[in-house]
Nanobody, 126 residues
Framework: QVQLVESGGGSVQPGGSLSLSCTASGFTMGVKAVGWFRQAPGKEREGISC????????YYEDSIKVRFTMSRDNEYNTVYLQMNSLKPEDAAFYYC???????????????????WGRGTQVTVSS
């Protein structure tokens, strides 16, 4: 059974940093495409980034790429999202998702991903 568990969320002041983790069980992250999404209250879930089997990373928004970095540790079957210079508009639930395929979705649509974690909440306020 595929399971994704996010952790690392919390409350941070504007300009601060957080590092999110997503650990998988039931499949090997290193051979699948895995992405990060977020959903703010009243908004649709949006794609942040994806990493494919070969370690290539895709960021779905250019404005995020300069502040967020996605990485993967195959030994721990975990992907990470390092978030720097956080802004109040970054506050959301952050989700990890995986595809059955080994390549990233170019569009970042929710429907492109097959497995989902339950999310971890990030709050950014002073």
């Amino acid at each position: 059974q595929v399971q994704l568990v996010e952790s690392g969320g919390g409350s941070v002041q504007p300009g601060g940093s957080l590092s999110l983790s997503c650990t998988a069980s039931g499949f090997t992250m290193g051979v699948k495409a895995v992405g990060w999404f977020r959903q703010a209250p009243g908004k649709e879930r949006e794609g942040i980034s994806c990493i494919d089997r070969w370690g290539n990373r895709l960021y779905y928004e250019d404005s995020i790429k300069v502040r967020f970095t996605m990485s993967r540790d195959n030994e721990y079957n975990t992907v990470y999202l390092q978030m720097n210079s956080l802004k109040p508009e970054d506050a959301a639930f952050y989700y990890c998702a995986a595809r059955r395929l080994n390549s990233c979705s170019s569009s970042g649509y929710v429907s492109d991903y097959d497995y989902w974690g339950r999310g971890t909440q990030v709050t950014v306020s002073s």
